[in-house]
């Protein structure tokens, strides 16, 4: 494709291009200051959501780990990335110990409750605080897609909820052959 010139067929929303979803500063679970150049060379797939969320957010992680696992050796070549949206009650050791559910290579990010919302805006996520029965038991409604990066640190594509790992092997197996 790189020769020819054609345009990958990706399964996911092809936003290459975009003036949005460009970087961020956040620190990762284990207290590193992180941004999308700490990637380079790999192909970086960033999802929002909580760890309390009772079924999208670990759902996506899942299928990400078993994207990871589909890709064989390529599979070090992807980074995927869980930015909280709810670093109130997601502190470091929590999300760390979320993130061991999934795979051990992946990074959960998180920062002030101004600097979330910060990179939520540039990325056009939307999430909101629900009240609970108590201050502590809220839910957070958000969006529930994906952003792929390719290796060269570009945002490339949108990819919905439910969209299914194999689709999303796919289109990373294409950001891995155009380079």
């Known amino acids: ?18 003036e949005y979803a460009r970087d961020f500063q956040l620190t990762d679970h284990n207290g590193q200051p992180r941004s999308l150049k700490d990637f380079a060379g790999k192909v970086v797939v960033i999802f929002f959501g909580y760890t309390q969320c009772p079924d999208v957010c670990p759902t996506s992680m899942a299928e990400l780990a078993e994207v990871k696992r589909a890709l064989g050796k390529d599979g070090d070549k ?9 670093p109130e009650r997601d502190t470091s050791a929590v999300l760390k110990a979320y993130m061991g559910n999934f795979d051990p290579g992946f990074l959960a ?3 002030t409750p101004e600097q979330t919302a910060v990179v939520a805006k540039d990325f056009k996520v939307f999430y909101k605080k629900v009240g609970g029965q108590t201050p502590t038991s809220y839910t957070m409604d958000h969006s529930a897609g994906s952003y792929v990066f390719d290796t060269q640190g570009r ?14 092997a796919s289109d990373i197996q294409l950001l891995l052959k155009s380079g």
Do not use: H, N, W
Not at 1 to 9: L, N, R, S, V
Not at 78 to 86: E, N
Not at 155 to 167: I, K, N, P, Q
């Open 155 to 168: 945002v490339r594509l949108y990819t919905r909820y439910g969209s299914g790992a194999a689709a999303l």
């Open 109 to 111: 990010l998180r920062g």
């Open 1 to 18: 494709m790189a020769c020819t010139g054609e345009k990958p067929q990706f399964r996911a929303i092809d936003i290459t291009g975009a």
């Open 78 to 86: 992807l980074q995927g990335l869980f930015v909280t949206i709810d």
